[in-house]
T-cell receptor
Framework: DQQVKQNSPSLSVQEGRISILNCDYTNSMFDYFLWYKKYPAEGPTFLISISSIKDKNEDGRFTVFLNKSAKHLSLHIVPSQPGDSAVYFCAASLSGGYQKVTFGTGTKLQVIP | EADIYQTPRYLVIGTGKKITLECSQTMGHDKMYWYQQDPGMELHLIHY???????EKGDLSSESTVSRIRTEHFPLTLESARPSHTSQYLC?????????????FGPGTRLTVT
């Protein structure tokens, strides 16, 4: 049973436009959400996170939105740049314990120059 | 800048061989993790450790074993490799306290068992 779902395996966006990556989760107990970026032949790199007590977190060109009632979060990248081309993983975590992180299957973003 | 290292980066090995995948971090993190990832799939946690002499199995059943004798070192061993073990193995670490759950990942080891 996949608790974190990224239903779009790929996304293509023109340079300078907005990229919107979506993620749905099923476990209402998740209280911390993260986005990771992964380039080929490299490990994932942490990008941005959001606590369940917030509905928005912004860091430069990256903004994550959380809709708890819909169990949905999204990552907005504005403006998109060719260097943003990578696989983006959504992840969710439960506080306490060993900080288990559940990952989605990833969305491959291609930013076209 | 995260400093977590994995060796080898790529490994092709025959069935039945014993292998050890190395993972080291220089950040002094107490928590370390091993994930397995197949192409187009999510990362599956196979082992984790709270600290020295602490190891636990993750969500995905794995025939591999781990050890944590030193804080900075978290090797993974397969006693007898099989083709079904072909995958990418990612090591990660994180701090034990605080509200942030960011894990820092190594570059991964791509294992192919023939």
């Amino acid at each position: 049973d996949q608790q974190v779902k990224q239903n779009s395996p790929s996304l293509s966006v023109q340079e300078g436009r907005i990229s919107i990556l979506n993620c749905d989760y099923t476990n209402s107990m998740f209280d911390y959400f993260l986005w990771y970026k992964k380039y080929p032949a490299e490990g994932p790199t942490f990008l941005i996170s959001i606590s369940s007590i917030k509905d928005k977190n912004e860091d430069g060109r990256f903004t994550v939105f959380l809709n708890k009632s819909a169990k949905h979060l999204s990552l907005h990248i504005v403006p998109s740049q060719p260097g943003d081309s990578a696989v983006y993983f959504c992840a969710a975590s439960l506080s306490g314990g060993y900080q288990k992180v559940t990952f989605g299957t990833g969305t491959k973003l291609q930013v076209i120059p | 800048e995260a400093d977590i290292y994995q060796t080898p980066r790529y490994l092709v090995i025959g069935t039945g061989k014993k292998i050890t995948l190395e993972c080291s971090q220089t950040m002094g993190h107490d928590k370390m993790y091993w994930y397995q990832q197949d192409p187009g799939m999510e990362l599956h946690l196979i082992h984790y450790s709270y600290g020295v002499n602490s190891t636990e199995k993750g969500d995905l059943s794995s025939e591999s074993t781990v050890s944590r004798i030193r804080t900075e070192h978290f090797p993974l061993t397969l006693e007898s490799a099989r083709p079904s073990h072909t995958s990418q193995y990612l090591c990660a670490s994180s701090e034990i306290s605080g509200g942030a759950y960011e894990q820092y990942f190594g570059p991964g080891t791509r294992l192919t068992v023939t």
